[in-house]
């Protein structure tokens, strides 16, 4: 088919061609028939030939799931049980869902803050584990490999300090680093 125009921009030449339009175009048969034919094969070959059928009786049924998943959030603890979080703010900048929501508050220690209001969305969680890798204090962790649970509000979806803590459990690393970090990283060598 002839080009109709040509317009040229400033990186190419775009050429514009006409599509055709016919019935089959209008009334999209194609496509349908297409996708009957794709019903027809899974049916025969689900139930026709007695091959086992792709689907599973959920939730009587359930797949297990690979060694890598990750599962609901934690706020891990202190040696006293209090929160390792310094609300530092780390993990809710690093977050690309924008679904941590944290208010800091003074801990009265003079030296650190921690979360008054700690708040994951579930709902909008893409599990990625950001928050885990930024977080300095390991005082989020996502091994608990439990599934986010069904809700009937996405209000509910919303974790709390308390809900996160009550998976958590004390956390051996030293909070802030190891001592003596600073004169071992102006001894090195770049
Ligand atoms: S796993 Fe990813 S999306 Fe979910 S809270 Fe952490 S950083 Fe945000
Ligand atoms: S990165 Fe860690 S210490 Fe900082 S606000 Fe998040 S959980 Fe708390």
């Not at 016919?22 to 794709?38: A, E, F, P, R, Y």
């Not at 310094?86 to 900048?93: D, I, L, R």
Request: proline letters at 6%.
């Amino acid at each position: 088919m002839e080009p109709t125009f040509r317009k040229r921009t400033s990186k190419a030449t775009v050429r514009v061609v006409e599509r055709p339009e016919n019935l089959n175009k209008h009334l999209m048969l194609g496509g349908i028939i297409k996708g009957l034919g794709v019903t027809m094969r899974h049916f025969f070959t689900n139930v026709g030939l007695k091959k086992p059928e792709v689907t599973i009786n959920y939730p009587e049924e359930k797949i297990p799931y690979p060694a890598r998943n990750r599962g609901l959030h934690r706020l891990m603890h202190r040696e006293d049980g209090a929160v390792r979080c310094v609300a530092c703010m780390c993990c809710p900048t690093a977050c690309p869902a924008h679904c941590i929501t944290i208010v800091a508050e003074e801990t009265g220690n003079g030296n650190e803050k921690r979360p008054a209001i700690f708040e994951i969305d579930e709902l909008r969680c893409i599990v990625c584990g950001l928050c885990v890798e930024a977080c300095p204090c390991d005082a989020i962790r996502m091994d608990t490999g439990v599934h986010a649970h069904v809700v009937d509000k996405r209000f509910d979806a919303i974790l709390g300090k308390n809900d996160l803590m009550s998976r958590g459990t004390a956390s051996i690393a030293t909070q802030g680093g190891q001592p003596g970090w600073q004169t071992r990283d102006s001894n090195k060598t770049p």
